[in-house]
Antibody, heavy 119, light 107 residues
Framework: QVQLQESGPGLVKPSETLSLTCTVSGASITSSSWSWFRQSPGKGLEWIDY???????SPNPSLKSRLSISVDTSKNQFSLMLNSVTAADTAVYYC?????????????WGQGALVTVSS | DIQMTQSPSSVSASVGDRVTITCRASQGINRWLAWYQQKPGRAPNLLIY???SLQSGVPSRFSGSGFGTDFALTISSLQPEDSATYYCQQAESFPITFGQGTRLEIK
């Protein structure tokens, strides 16, 4: 059974960097594609990016200039960093696996990590 | 970006009812559409992918249809555990985008 778990600070100050890690179990991170999403009351579900070996692969243009993605195959983890955060970045952040069933669909998700941007 | 518009935004129905939720894309997306169910405090759960393919483990009362710009999710016989918010998602082009959600309430 594939499982994903997000981890990281739940509170980030404005203008600082949001950092989250997704730890994958039950599957090798090299066997699939992995992604980040977020969900806020104001904007609903929002795609962030795929995590590729070289980092960001398909970033949401609205976040691209502030986004950094990395993959650590030795730890079976991938990470998200979003800099210069504002209150608009407050959301539940999810990591997910792209379904091998077909392109661009997501079959396993983490439980979500609430990140609040506030001083 | 491709805009996804769901209707209705909320629906209330009784156990055993047939319920249909629709999703319209702002441009053609072939069959690259998924439906997710989300319960409060939980992550989205993939129900349907490629417009009409049932994800493994999802009850057969859920079905999807459509192609191009107009799609539908149908629950053939509503069960109490189907109370949730449902989202469509397009995978035709980046950025991947979602509908705004349809809240389904059981009467």
């Amino acid at each position: 059974q594939v499982q994903l778990q997000e981890s990281g600070p739940g509170l980030v100050k404005p203008s600082e960097t949001l950092s989250l890690t997704c730890t994958v179990s039950g599957a090798s991170i090299t066997s699939s594609s992995w992604s980040w999403f977020r969900q806020s009351p104001g904007k609903g579900l929002e795609w962030i990016d795929y995590a590729g070996y070289s980092g960001s692969t398909s970033p949401n243009p609205s976040l691209k200039s502030r986004l950094s993605i990395s993959v650590d195959t030795s730890k079976n983890q991938f990470s998200l960093m979003l800099n210069s955060v504002t209150a608009a970045d407050t959301a539940v952040y999810y990591c997910a696996r792209r379904c091998p069933c077909d392109r661009g669909f997501f079959d396993y998700w983490g439980q979500g990590a609430l990140v609040t941007v506030s001083s | 970006d491709i805009q996804m518009t769901q209707s209705p935004s909320s629906v209330s129905a009784s156990v055993g009812d047939r319920v249909t939720i629709t999703c319209r894309a702002s441009q053609g997306i072939n069959r690259w559409l998924a439906w997710y169910q989300q319960k409060p405090g939980r992550a989205p759960n993939l129900l349907i992918y490629a417009a009409s393919s049932l994800q493994s483990g999802v009850p057969s009362r859920f079905s999807g249809s459509g192609f191009g710009t107009d799609f539908a999710l149908t629950i053939s016989s509503l069960q109490p555990e189907d109370s949730a918010t449902y989202y469509c998602q397009q995978a035709e082009s980046f950025p991947i985008t979602f509908g705004q959600g349809t809240r389904l309430e059981i009467k």
